[in-house]
């Protein structure tokens, strides 16, 4: 069936929905029985600063553009076309709107800061043009304004419990948005091929590994190989050398893959232990989200006041080395390089390293969440800003400030046999697995065994573990006003 010419047509801008199916905007624009047309844009506004940061490979460009290659494939197999623009949406989404003839604008809702600051200007925009934006709820399964303790929850548990709750009172929240009638709304407008991304100023060299998968038929393979190891979740997920996580978080943060089809998984599984802990992450990541949409300040400050006092070490050289996996702590450096050569760090390990930075190295945590933001191909702002402050402790519901992971007990009992250091340290393979996670501790005789001579083929630690715990323990204590623990 082709759709009548003599119809409105609505525009659905995508952002962070990369796909066809369970879309909310999608959805309403169909229901509003006009013609449909889909629109995505280059944002000159995010693009311009990593490629002034010399992030010409950037993984997650590359990540879209192969989605978008794959949702302009199913367009044009229906007759249609994906319209593409490169440039700021305040400009583009008014100037195609017009050109189309749409007098409705469609978009899923994303609730950071600068996105809302972009959409208030796109609506003006398209206002002045006498042409409507409607924003809806999708990207999470219960918004950020919905849930309130008498004020927004600052605290995991509760919020967890509030979260299950409204989801058991709300089952429809969980149903996948009806996007089919897609085959025979789709506008038959013309539209030209997908820019190559060189036209975009990057290289088409870098994409994330071929195991994460692209576009929604990649979010589709992991799901559905991740949903027999849901139960097993809760013990493997803590161990990088295992296949234990669902690797799917590249594709929630570009909606390749709906939050609903990952928390339906979780949900059906939700008696297991593993099937709980997952659901628990997923709720972690809801969690985040309000917590920007509520306390937007957290984006360059402590969410406990307090913690703004802290004192941080100003040291380029330290920074520099935990940046490129040269501390001379092997687990800590096997992320760094894993992250460096993948753009991936098992969640994990992301705990250590940031611990690492902040409570080891004594250095300020925003410099960590602004280099992972530059270089996780699943970079989500609530997600990352949350995690960092929770390992610095100067988040809501973080880890007492006194906790501090030890880098060496964490790498004996989550990669005990090496097989995730030697992946990435090939420098240390040669080492006994009792060797391998403090190389300094070894006996000289294993090390000329093994070819590393530490301060040459493999750094001494750059800090001694200890002697930083005890500075980082008197470090919070004065800027809290507590007494150090013993």
């Known amino acids: 069936m082709n759709p009548d010419p003599s119809k409105r047509l609505a525009l659905v801008w995508l952002r962070r929905d990369l796909r066809l199916h369970d879309s909310a905007a999608l959805h309403q624009a169909l229901r509003s029985g006009a013609r449909v047309a889909l629109l995505f844009v280059f944002d000159a506004d995010i693009l311009q600063p990593l490629l002034d940061a010399g992030a010409h490979a950037d993984r997650r460009v590359a990540f879209i553009h192969a989605s978008l290659a794959e949702l302009d494939a199913r367009l044009r197999a229906l007759g249609g076309a994906l319209h593409v623009a490169h440039g700021r949406p305040r400009d583009c989404v008014p100037e195609l709107a017009a050109r189309l003839g749409a007098d409705t604008v469609w978009a899923n809702r994303d609730y950071e800061p600068q996105a809302l600051r972009r959409d208030a200007e796109v609506d003006a925009a398209l206002a002045a043009r006498r042409i409507a934006l409607h924003t809806v709820d999708d990207h999470v399964v219960v918004p950020p304004q919905t849930l309130r303790g008498g004020r927004p929850y600052a605290v995991y548990t509760p919020y967890r419990k509030a979260w299950m709750a409204h989801v058991e009172a709300h089952a429809q929240l969980l149903q996948p948005f009806d996007c089919a009638a897609l085959d025979h709304a789709l506008a038959r407008l013309p539209a030209p091929p997908l820019p190559e991304l060189a036209a975009l100023g990057f290289s088409a060299q870098a994409r994330p590994p071929d195991a994460l998968g692209q576009g929604s038929s990649g979010a589709r393979a992991l799901l559905e190989a991740f949903v027999p190891r849901i139960a097993a979740y809760a013990q493997a997920r803590d161990f990088p050398g295992r296949r234990g996580t669902?690797?799917?978080s590249v594709h929630l943060r570009f909606g390749t893959l709906s939050v609903r089809d990952a928390v339906r998984a979780a949900w059906a599984q939700r008696a297991s232990e593993g099937g709980a802990a997952w659901l628990g992450e997923l709720i972690w990541r809801e969690f985040y989200a309000q917590i920007l949409f509520h306390h937007p300040q957290v984006v360059d400050q402590a969410f406990k006041p307090a913690y703004d006092r802290l004192r941080w070490v100003d040291a380029?050289?330290?920074?520099?080395a935990w940046c490129a996996g040269r501390t001379g702590y092997p687990l800590v450096d096997a992320a760094m390089r894993q992250l460096d050569a993948t753009g991936y760090m098992h969640n994990r390990l992301r705990m250590v390293v940031a611990s690492f930075l902040c409570k080891d190295l004594e250095l300020?945590?925003?410099l960590g969440e602004r280099h992972f933001a530059l270089k996780l191909n699943d970079f989500e702002l609530a997600s990352n800003n949350g995690g960092w402050q929770w390992a610095a402790s100067?988040?809501?519901?973080?880890?007492?400030w006194f906790r501090i992971f030890n880098p060496v007990a964490q790498s004996r009992k989550f990669d005990a046999d090496g097989r995730f250091i030697r992946r990435y340290l090939p420098e240390l393979a040669g080492l006994s697995d009792a060797a391998l996670h403090a190389p300094w501790l070894a006996a000289p005789d294993e090390l000329?065994?093994?070819?590393?001579?530490?301060?040459?083929?493999y750094p001494l630690p750059l800090v001694d573990h200890a002697q930083q715990r005890e500075l980082t323990l008197r470090r919070y204590a004065e800027?809290?006003?507590?007494?150090t623990p013993a």
């Open 246 to 248: 669902s690797y799917l």
């Open 479 to 483: 800027a809290v006003g507590a007494s």
């Open 394 to 400: 100067t988040g809501c519901d973080a880890q007492p």
């Open 316 to 320: 380029p050289e330290r920074f520099a």
């Open 448 to 457: 000329e065994r093994a070819g590393v001579r530490l301060g040459v083929d």
């Open 364 to 366: 300020d945590w925003r």
